[in-house]
């Protein structure tokens, strides 16, 4: 099982980046993906997640109307869209995968596959 993360970079405030996390090894249509951060000094936080039967999206509330979460099912990679970023988003990006039953989950506990993590950073 691999996801490799990548699309993350320096960027100023208001500038957007695609993040994408390219899956291997698993069946990644059948398991939910999403992606969580963790900014210096912080917990890890769920940030996006979509779901693998009709692929609803969720949302954090501090990436509700500027983040957008897609994913490719033949390409077995997810997405995450970032626009109009602020300082505050600065934190290394980790894609993960989980198979449950229900509503998505936004605790790190209910997924057992992860990236190795993609640093953004938004300067003021």
């Known amino acids: 099982v691999q996801l490799q993360a990548s699309g993350g970079g320096l960027v100023q405030a208001g500038d957007s980046l695609r993040l994408s996390c390219a899956a291997s090894?698993?069946?990644?249509?059948?398991?939910?993906a999403v992606w969580f951060r963790q900014a210096p000094g912080k917990e890890r936080e769920f940030v996006a997640g979509?779901?693998?039967?009709?692929?609803?999206?969720y949302y954090a509330d501090a990436a509700k109307g500027r983040f957008a979460i897609s994913r490719d099912n033949d390409k077995n990679t997810v997405y995450l869209q970032m626009n109009s970023l602020k300082p505050e988003d600065t934190a290394v990006y980790y894609c993960?995968?989980?198979?449950?039953?229900?509503?998505?989950?936004?605790?790190?506990?209910?997924?057992?596959?992860w990236g190795q993590g993609t640093l953004v950073t938004v300067s003021s």
């Open positions: 993960a995968s989980g198979s449950f039953w229900g509503s998505l989950k936004r605790d790190s506990d209910h997924y057992d596959y």
């Open positions: 090894g698993y069946n990644f249509k059948n398991r939910v």
């Open positions: 979509i779901s693998w039967k009709n692929s609803n999206t």
